[in-house]
């Protein structure tokens, strides 16, 4: 392989093209289910509960036992360890329900067979009796019911609320209902183990958390967690769902494995997948706002009450989050927000992109809007006036001072024509008539970090091999964000040499230990900075040597594109590295990084728990049908905050990714349980994710490009992953002006989220009387 000092490729804040593109078009890319099979390979498959709550009185494995295949069934009885995947430690979330369902589709037993097929039918001929027990779904009937919390509360303060709230010339109290949503990742849940000798066993699984899959099946099997190597090559989706949810089924795959001495697959069907595995919290957030004659917020109060599910998962972080962004963009003089995390007899609600936050940005949106309707205004002028401005402090008292929304406003107010379009849309809605329109732009100011603290870190293992070839290793996971390519185009430019040199290699526990999960916005930030710490390491000798080799100060020799400069030597990189290797020069580095700046106190509510806010806004156009409450898109403007982008094209996707699905999240995606509890949209025949034909007509995409972190962020780029997912808020906006119309915006139209054309049909019939 040679470089070209004129066509190094590659390079940080470049377009450059996802190191699997080519692969997932052509179907080449490997998956976990794509991996070669062993020729003793069995299968699992899960059997669940048929009840939302009840204690087992019977299960009887007669008929599955003598069916075709079966090696044998596993319960909670044949667990060597503790029978518990929970993340936090709380020993509530068993792998198989013991004695006690808790909701309909627990894991209660896994069948264990020679094929996939075998398996599955064989877990429907088990026979389980229940004893049913009261349950409750939703969040106010599990408080109603004094079902408890299934974690701690927590309220965040800052002033005095109920004093300033009694003085606002104004107030207005509400309750918003916001449902979940499914992550309906394209590759489901999957795992594959294959025992070793003594302890060991290898697990090959799709997962956000490779890390916590080791500690869980260590925990499981009653073994070291250097018995156990995790391997993630790539992912076919995530977005949070595969950061605790995998561990059920790695474990199960890995309890098989050990049980019978042979590799073990487990994968579920769609349906099972959906029914057994954790959402997005729904809330139902009951808000008070006080304000002035201006539209100035005075004061705010909130209590966010979350379906959690029948244990904590990360549900605490999760409600943590949402209070942390429910004042979004705004300065709340005095506030009170407060979270109930409520435990409901329904599947454990879990992470998803937004991680909590996109349930308290859009609470803040609505009291902007019925600001703005109880005044007459224009909710975007209501939006200026309450911006934060720099040296003001959130709710959770850490300071703002990186404010860059008024510019990102007015470009895109003036990039979209925001004025004109407006007055269009009121002169069309005047007319009256069948159709009317909407249009509404919102901002985002999202926090970047882990708020658990220790979750701020990561490792990177970068070789040179003799041949001038680069091995590159991380603690992420590549679930098609890109971050494998990000994090190579940052080692590239560290070397200056040509990204095909460099191979990205499957994240193993093997190579980088105690890592944290690829969420949060942080995979390239916190791995990129430890794989830059790791090239930096080898720079550092190679300059060292060549300085001595070719006799020059270390301040004389350079890194330029393909070579290595000493004074005035151009020397190619490859024969400096072949050089340095007969000179025995160590080549290998293991990288390291953790977020600094970042503290939290939980008991006082107070502290940075973030190291910097990305922004962003979008303007969205829609027409809605008041005859049967369906609508389009019109067109949607976009211009969003990465700071110094490492690869405009590939966060440029992921913004347009994030904006698709938050507005799926608030549009079409219906997450539906009947009275006994079972989840009725559990497939793509029940469950509507947005299609190519939903998404906007028009569809303007941008990202500032004179935006820099201000904190020493990787190469001063910033998080792309969940930020923009929020802009999809601005369509929740939209609809809900297009449907205010219709009684002359006398009152704002108070949409329940997902606003499906069922729901827009009924709030026109409301405003119409």
């Known amino acids: 392989m040679k470089d070209d000092a004129n066509a190094i490729g590659g390079l940080a804040h470049q377009d450059t093209a996802h190191d699997s593109a080519i692969k997932h078009v052509t179907g080449r890319a490997d998956y976990t289910d794509d991996l070669a099979a062993p020729s003793n390979l069995a299968h699992a498959y899960l059997g669940l509960s048929q009840c939302a709550h009840g204690r087992i009185t019977g299960m009887d494995f007669a008929d599955t036992l003598a069916s075709p295949g079966v090696l044998g069934v596993l319960t909670a009885d044949d667990i060597p360890g503790v029978n518990d995947v929970s993340p936090n430690g709380k020993n509530d979330d068993p792998i198989f329900a013991d004695g006690l369902v808790q909701f309909w589709g627990q894991p209660i037993f896994a069948v264990i067979a020679e094929t996939r097929d075998q398996a599955r039918r064989a877990a429907h001929n088990a026979r389980i009796d229940y004893d049913p027990l009261p349950h409750a779904l939703d969040p106010i009937a599990a408080r109603d019911a004094g079902m408890g919390y299934v974690t701690d509360p927590l309220t965040l303060r800052r002033g005095d609320a109920p004093t300033a709230m009694a003085r606002a010339p104004r107030r207005i109290e509400g309750r918003f209902v916001i449902g979940g949503q499914d992550h309906f990742y394209l590759e489901g849940q999957i795992a594959m183990a294959l025992p070793g000798e003594d302890e060991d066993v290898v697990v090959n699984v799709s997962t956000q958390h490779p890390s916590e899959v080791q500690h869980m099946v260590a925990h499981v099997l009653k073994v070291p967690s250097h018995s156990v190597v995790v391997n993630v090559r790539r992912m076919g989706g ?39 595995t954790g959402k997005r919290h729904d809330f139902v957030v009951d808000y008070a706002v006080g304000f002035d004659d201006d539209g100035r917020i005075r004061a705010v ?31 709340y003089p005095d506030v009170r927000v407060s979270s109930h995390p409520m435990k409901t007899n329904t599947v454990s609600n879990t992470a998803f992109r937004g991680f909590g936050g996109p349930q308290g940005v859009i609470v803040a949106e609505r009291m902007i809007e019925e600001i703005a309707y109880a005044l007459g205004l224009d909710p975007l002028e209501v939006r200026r ?18 404010q860059i929304l008024p510019r990102i406003l007015d470009e895109l107010e003036a990039s979209s024509d925001y004025k004109a379009r407006r007055q269009a849309v009121l002169d069309w809605n005047a007319e009256g008539g069948v159709i009317r329109k909407g249009i509404a732009l919102t901002p985002v ?30 603690g992420g996971t ?37 890592t944290s999960a690829t969420a949060a916005s942080s995979g390239t930030d916190l791995n990129g900075m430890a794989a830059l710490d790791a090239a930096e390491q080898i720079k550092a000798r190679l300059v060292e040597f060549v300085a001595e080799r070719w006799q020059v100060p270390p301040d004389a020799v350079t890194f330029v594109p393909g070579h290595i400069r000493a004074g005035d030597h151009q020397i190619p990189f490859t024969e400096v590295i072949k050089a340095a290797y007969m000179a025995r020069i160590h080549l290998s580095a293991a990288g390291f990084y953790k977020t600094p700046k970042i503290h939290w106190d939980r008991a006082t509510g107070k502290g940075r728990p973030f190291y910097y806010y990305a922004y962003g806004a979008a303007v969205s156009e829609v027409t809605v049908d008041t005859l049967t409450g369906e609508y389009v898109i019109d067109r949607a403007d976009v211009l969003h905050d990465v700071g110094r982008s490492l690869n ?6 992921q913004v347009e990714g994030a904006f698709v699905q938050g507005t799926g999240w608030l549009t079409t995606e219906e997450l539906w349980w009947d009275a006994g509890g079972r989840l009725r949209t559990h497939a793509p025949s029940t469950y509507k994710v947005p299609l190519a034909s939903d998404r906007p007509r028009i569809f303007n995409v941008k990202l500032t490009d004179w935006s ?20 999809g808020i601005s369509v929740f906006e939209a609809i809900n002006m297009a449907v205010a119309s219709v009684a002359d915006y006398r009152e704002p139209a108070r949409l329940d989220a997902p606003a499906t054309p069922e729901r827009v049909l009924m709030a026109i019939e409301r405003l119409r009387g």
């Open 238 to 276: 995530g977005f949070g769902g595969k950061e605790t949810q995998m561990n059920l089924f790695a474990c199960v795959a890995a309890l098989a494995a050990k049980r019978w001495n042979r590799a073990v697959k487990i994968r579920p069907d769609r349906d099972d997948d959906m029914i057994a």
């Open 301 to 331: 109060e909130g209590d966010w009450y979350a379906r959690c599910g029948f244990s904590a998962d990360l549900s605490g972080p999760v409600t943590d989050r949402a209070l942390f962004h429910a004042d979004n963009a705004y300065f």
């Open 385 to 402: 006036r309450n911006l934060y401005e720099n040296g003001q402090l959130t709710p959770y008292h850490q300071e703002v001072n990186d």
């Open 445 to 474: 100011k999202f926090g970047i970090s882990f708020t658990a603290t220790w979750f701020n870190q990561a490792g990177a293992l970068v070789h040179i091999y003799s041949d001038g070839s680069v091995m590159l290793n991380h």
């Open 478 to 514: 590549e679930m098609g964000q890109g971050l494998n390519t990000k994090v190579a185009q940052v080692v590239a430019e560290a070397f200056q040499c040509d990204i095909k040199r460099i191979k990205i290699t499957r994240t193993t526990t093997e190579k980088v230990p105690n």
């Open 648 to 653: 405009p094209a590939i966060d440029k996707g």
């Open 708 to 727: 820099e972190a201000a904190e020493r962020t990787i190469k001063r780029s910033k998080a792309v992953g969940e930020p923009p997912f929020m802009l």
